[in-house]
């Protein structure tokens, strides 16, 4: 699950400050996202609010869990929503319009495509995690939530240089894994090609 996912407990809780904390991150994106593709201010706060509906009805009612970060999720569900009004647009429309409006290009298909990958490799890369001693699954998912080592060494009640050198150890682990991963070696392949 990504750390993310408090944005959709925003939504689930009907959190009113988790609410106006997502609009004041993310509003000024869809928006520009919307206006970029012809559309305007209005046009683009009306996308964000449909899709924040649409969100929130995907983690109530088919227990969605975020697997990466929730502005490219909802970017993602904006544009799509996006390029279907203009769809319905166009059908409706009976005087000339400018066909650059409607020569979006969609490629909301592999936007779909690449973020399944990225699930997966998430998914692998923490079944990978779950391989390593404990220790290393500990200081590798608190790095994870969070920056500050610091606070992370004093609550595993280490020395920030310790916690470095370990945390260095267990990524080295963590690469070899990787690696060796047949998920992982077969991108790499296709890569070198």
Request: hydrophobic letters at 35%; glycine letters at 4%; aromatic letters at 10%.
């Amino acid at each position: 699950m990504h750390s993310d996912q408090k944005y959709i407990q925003f939504l689930l809780q009907n959190n009113g400050e988790g609410i106006q904390h997502i609009y004041r991150k993310f509003a000024d994106k869809v928006v520009a996202l919307i206006r970029h593709n012809s559309g305007t201010d209005d046009d683009g706060f009306d996308i964000l609010q449909e899709s924040l509906v649409d969100i929130y009805h995907m983690a109530k009612y088919k227990d969605f869990q975020l697997t990466t970060s929730f502005e490219s999720f909802l970017l993602l569900v904006s544009k799509r929503k996006w390029l279907n009004e203009l769809k319905k647009r166009k059908n409706k429309e009976v005087t000339n319009v400018e066909n650059y409006v409607f020569d979006i290009e969609d490629d909301s298909q592999a936007a779909y495509r690449d973020h399944m990958t990225l699930v997966e490799k998430e998914k692998i890369l923490m079944e990978l995690v779950d391989t390593l001693g404990e220790r290393c699954q500990e200081i590798i998912k608190r790095c994870m939530v969070s920056k500050n080592q610091e606070k992370i060494a004093i609550s595993l009640g280490l020395t920030y240089a310790y916690l470095r050198k370990k945390k260095s150890e267990c990524m080295a682990k963590l690469g070899e894994r990787v690696k060796a991963h047949p998920f992982f070696k077969g991108n790499r392949e296709k890569t070198n090609r």
